[in-house]
C-alpha cells in the first residue's frame, strides 16, 4: 500500500512540475508591464482547432518547443474553426 501511495504522489509531483514549466499565455497589457525581461524568440500558429481551450493547449506546446516562457496572442479567428497565431518569447 505505502508503495502505491508512493508512486501516485510522484507521477501527481511529476505532472504538476511539467505544467508548471509550460509556456504561459499572457495579454498584451500583461505584457506591456514586464516587457523588458523578455525577449522575442518566434512565432507560432494553430489552426483546424475545435475550441479555445484545444488551440490554446496546442500554442503553449509550439511555444514550449520553441523554448519560449509566455506567447502573446496576435492574431485569432474562428469560422467554424479556431485559427490563432502568436509570439513567443523568453526571459532574458
Same mark, same amino acid.
Given at each position: 500500500m505505502n508503495k502505491l501511495l508512493a508512486i501516485a504522489f510522484t507521477l501527481l509531483a511529476s505532472t504538476w512540475s511539467l505544467s508548471a514549466l509550460s509556456a504561459e499565455m499572457m495579454t498584451k497589457n500583461e505584457f506591456k508591464k514586464v516587457q523588458s525581461q523578455y525577449i522575442e524568440i518566434g512565432?507560432?500558429?494553430? %489552426?483546424?482547432?475545435?475550441?479555445?481551450?484545444?488551440?490554446?493547449?496546442?500554442? %503553449?506546446?509550439?511555444?514550449?518547443?520553441?523554448?519560449?516562457?509566455?506567447?502573446?496572442?496576435? %492574431?485569432?479567428?474562428?469560422?467554424?474553426?479556431i485559427h490563432g497565431t502568436a509570439k513567443v518569447y523568453k526571459k532574458k
Open positions: 512565432n507560432i500558429s494553430t %489552426s483546424g482547432e475545435s475550441d479555445a481551450s484545444a488551440a490554446k493547449a496546442e500554442l %503553449s506546446k509550439k511555444a514550449d518547443k520553441l523554448g519560449g516562457d509566455i506567447y502573446i496572442l496576435s %492574431s485569432g479567428n474562428t469560422n467554424n474553426k
